[in-house]
């Protein structure tokens, strides 16, 4: 279980407790948090679960996925601390972890 | 004006499906989709990927889905009108008049939305100054490539469009390509004849840049890139040229009326009929308890909406229930033979 804290671009924070071997991008849809849409249900193919890491987060997250960086290419406005949600599996080293949600994903 | 007994949105694998049932009852259909091809999410997002859950069919690629279900309507000639979004639905009596953004028109007592997750539009350039360009000079996809002749043309992206793009004007215009990062996702081919290119000073290329801002009164001057520094840059342009991929976007359905929850269209799992009348949903578009959005569950789903189409285009007919191995009835709308 990791606490990852989602913040929507307005800076509403929402602190959620999200299980382990579920994604970033799950834990957000599963507690309704808006800003992420997640449109392909999280196949890579629709970059609609963008979220910028926070700076200190991101050398720290597992590498991206083959083709994640290709389908952040297609994101809105895209940043050097760029993930797909649904690409980051969560476990007990993400506790802590904080994303901030961009101003839309479309 | 073109009249049929229902009419469908989206050529996705759930659309064709219900083509197919709507077919097998002996009803007609035409199907409209936003993209220049058929398919749906199985052509456009995976066409090479193999899918391992279709019923009885142990593994295909989205391609060969499609290909399959295309094959197999086939003996009921339907209408496919490709690269047109359906935007306007009114009731007329026991009918739906719809309107496409092309000017096409439609009367139908039976609308099946099998939208997916939206039509599939071109992602666009996240500044708000570009919209005044819109359609204009700044473009999404080329219909004529003759206007940029002798032109500078600033070109954004980094997949196969842009690059293709990219080398095909260099020809004849001053081209500049710019993408947000120094890996190109295009053709390996294509990324060294950029690079070949850009060596013979036949077009200019900046990595780790992206859009900021366009200028221009009334007409397009220049581009403003800025690097993740915040460092930025002006290009002057006579057209300005975004390939970002699709995106899926509800669009005009969200102005139909209908019930909405999530992006998705509540629906009675009998039919499959929404909150209006004659307007069903089926496949990913469609929400009830325990929806899956799986091709598998959008093949049922479009079995029963075709059922439920049945009543509102032959109200005096009653449906019956028949095999296709032993109806002579379905056979014969199969287009086969009977001794
Ligand atoms: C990478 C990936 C892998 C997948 N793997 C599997 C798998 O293994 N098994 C499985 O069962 N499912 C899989 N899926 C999901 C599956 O592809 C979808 O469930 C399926 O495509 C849904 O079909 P559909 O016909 O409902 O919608 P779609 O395939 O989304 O088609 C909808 C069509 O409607 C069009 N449209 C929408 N609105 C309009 C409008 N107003 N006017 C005109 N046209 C419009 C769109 O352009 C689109 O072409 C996968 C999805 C992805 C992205
Ligand atoms: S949910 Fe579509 S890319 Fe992550």
Request: glycine fraction near 6%; proline fraction near 6%; avoid cysteine.
């Given at each position: 279980m990791a606490k990852i804290t989602y913040i929507e671009h307005g800076g509403q924070k929402h602190e959620i407790d999200v299980a382990n071997g579920l994604t970033v991008m799950e834990g957000a849809v599963q507690n309704d948090i808006p800003g992420i849409d997640a449109d392909c249900g999280g196949s890579m193919a629709c970059a609609t679960c963008h979220v910028y890491v926070k700076e200190d987060w991101f050398p720290k997250l597992p590498n991206k996925e083959n083709g994640e960086d290709d389908m952040l290419d297609q994101a809105y406005e895209p940043k050097a601390n760029s993930r797909l949600s649904c690409q980051i599996t969560v476990s007990d080293e993400l506790n802590g972890l904080v994303v901030h949600l961009p101003e839309k994903q479309v | 004006m073109i009249k049929t007994d229902a009419l469908i949105i989206g050529a996705g694998p759930t659309g064709l499906f219900c083509a197919h049932q709507l077919g097998i009852i002996g009803l007609k259909c035409e199907i409209v989709d936003n993209l220049d091809k058929i398919g749906g999410q199985c052509i456009?997002?995976?066409?090479?990927k193999p899918i391992y859950d279709i019923p009885a069919i142990p593994q295909c690629t989205g391609e060969e889905l499609t290909n399959n279900l295309i094959e197999q309507i086939k003996p009921f000639n339907i209408n496919f009108h490709l690269s047109d979004r359906v935007q306007e639905i009114k009731k007329e009596k026991e009918n739906w008049r719809v309107k496409t953004l092309k000017g096409k028109e439609f009367l139908t007592p039976n609308i099946v939305i099998a939208g997916g997750v939206g039509s599939f539009e071109p992602r666009k350039f996240?500044?708000?100054?570009t919209d005044k360009f819109d359609g204009k000079t700044v473009?999404?996809?080329?219909?004529?490539?003759?206007?940029?002749?002798d032109k500078s043309v600033v070109i954004f992206g980094g997949g196969d469009s842009a690059l293709d793009w990219a080398i095909e004007l260099s020809k004849s215009s001053k081209v500049t390509l710019i993408h947000r990062?120094?890996?190109?996702?295009?053709?390996q081919s294509s990324v060294d004849k950029v690079k070949e290119l850009q060596k013979n000073n036949k077009l200019e290329i900046f990595t780790k840049y992206s859009m900021k801002d366009v200028k221009g009164n009334g007409k397009l001057e220049s581009v403003e890139i800025k690097d993740d520094d915040g460092n930025s840059k002006l290009i002057s342009a006579d057209y300005v040229l975004g390939f970002f991929g699709l995106i899926m976007q509800l669009g005009p359905i969200l102005d139909w009326g209908l019930n909405i929850d999530k992006k998705t269209i509540p629906v009675n799992t009998?039919?499959?009929?929404?909150?209006?009348?004659?307007i069903f949903a089926i496949g990913d578009i469609c929400t009830y308890p325990g929806k899956l959005k799986l091709i598998l569950s959008g093949f049922h789903e479009g079995a029963l909406a075709a059922r439920g189409c049945f009543k509102y285009a032959r109200p005096d007919e009653k449906l019956r229930f028949e095999f296709t191995t032993t109806s002579k009835a379905v056979q014969n709308r199969l287009g086969l033979k009977n001794d």
């Open positions: - | 456009e997002l995976y066409p090479d996240p500044t708000k100054s473009l999404y996809s080329i219909k004529d490539k003759t206007i940029f002749k990062r120094d890996e190109f996702r295009g053709a009998e039919t499959f009929e929404t909150n209006k009348q004659g």
